[in-house]
């Protein structure tokens, strides 16, 4: 990308919020269980490897921050090295078994010259199954873009 185009986009883009340590940390720990979530097999397993992993944030509550920012740092290298290739995503999402099975067709095609009957459904649907607002979906173009590599939508 051309050095001006860079330029003109950082003027609008907008700083990150910053977060507090312990926002941090909350974060953190909500992310690690996920990804434990995804390697595990099993309720019972999950849970067991939830506590040993609460043991772990809890024995490093106290510690000085000097030390805060070096664990910190460990902690996201080591979620960068656990991340699952294959991660678990909700089945209506992108990348889920029931992601977009029988969607319902749109009017315009049920009803080609527009009469539509009294009982005819009122709202249409985007493709993770919520009601389509006025303008379509998160981008705001009518248009939903779907990313099967990352499981997300635009």
Not at 52 to 69: M, T
Not at 71 to 85: G, Q, W, Y
Not at 94 to 123: E, H, I, Q, T, Y
Request: hydrophobic share 35%; with cysteine; glycine share 8%.
């Amino acid at each position: 990308m051309n050095q001006a185009f860079k330029l003109a986009g950082d003027q609008y883009r907008m700083a990150g919020a910053k977060l507090t340590h312990k926002q941090e940390v909350a974060r953190l720990y909500r992310h690690a269980l996920r990804l434990t979530g995804a390697w595990t097999v099993s309720r019972d397993i999950f849970i067991e490897e939830a506590t040993k992993l609460r043991a772990e944030f809890e024995s490093n509550r106290s510690c000085p921050p000097e030390a805060q920012a070096r664990l910190m740092k460990e902690a996201r290298e080591k979620m960068v090295t656990m991340a699952h290739p294959d991660k678990y995503c909700i089945p209506g999402m992108p990348g889920g078994s029931l992601f977009m099975r029988n969607p319902p067709l749109p009017m315009s095609v049920c009803f080609p010259d527009g009469d539509l009957p009294d009982d005819a459904p009122k709202r249409e649907v985007n493709p993770d199954w919520t009601t389509k607002e006025e303008g379509g979906y998160a981008s705001g173009s009518g248009q939903v873009i779907v990313d099967f590599t990352t499981k997300s939508m635009t």
